[in-house]
């Protein structure tokens, strides 16, 4: 996985210059620490499984984590009441657990799913982040 790091804010992207907006990166433990413990557990599950799909960046800044592969597969945000999961899909996902979809660019869209236990990471959220990772790593 090739990576470039902006020489401003230090945080990795895929492409020389990608376009982003800069703030400083920051690890995951800031990123939870202000949150509930069991948040940090959803994204310990979710993070176990993208890791075994293959090499994988965890792009912490304040408002979440960007897993990343050779692009951005899943963003993984807390807030209060629950965990947004942003699932990058070249399609839109039809089922009652995504509570909104968002189109990314002219080929991906981001899918949200409300999580609030790391019980909820099951098979299908597996199988979510494993169509994510391969769409990421085209």
């Known amino acids: 996985m090739a990576r470039w ?10 492409r020389t210059n990608q376009s982003h ?15 509930r413990p069991e948040w940090r557990l959803i994204f310990d599950a979710i993070l176990a499984h993208v890791e ?14 960007f897993l990343k592969a050779d692009r951005t597969l899943a963003e993984v945000r807390p807030r209060a009441r629950a965990v947004d999961l ?14 909104r979809t968002l189109r990314m660019s002219a080929g991906m869209v981001a899918n949200v799913v409300a999580l609030t236990s790391a019980a909820q990471v099951d098979d299908q959220i597996r199988a979510w982040l494993t169509e994510a990772y391969h769409a990421a790593s085209a």
């Open 52 to 65: 075994d799909l293959g090499p994988v960046h965890a792009d912490a800044v304040t408002v979440g984590v």
């Open 86 to 99: 942003w699932l990058a899909l070249p399609h839109a996902i039809d089922d009652e657990r995504v509570r």
């Open 21 to 35: 907006v800069c703030v400083p990166a920051g690890t995951v433990d800031e990123t939870f620490a202000p949150h």
């Open 5 to 14: 790091t902006c020489p401003s804010c230090e945080r990795e992207f895929g």
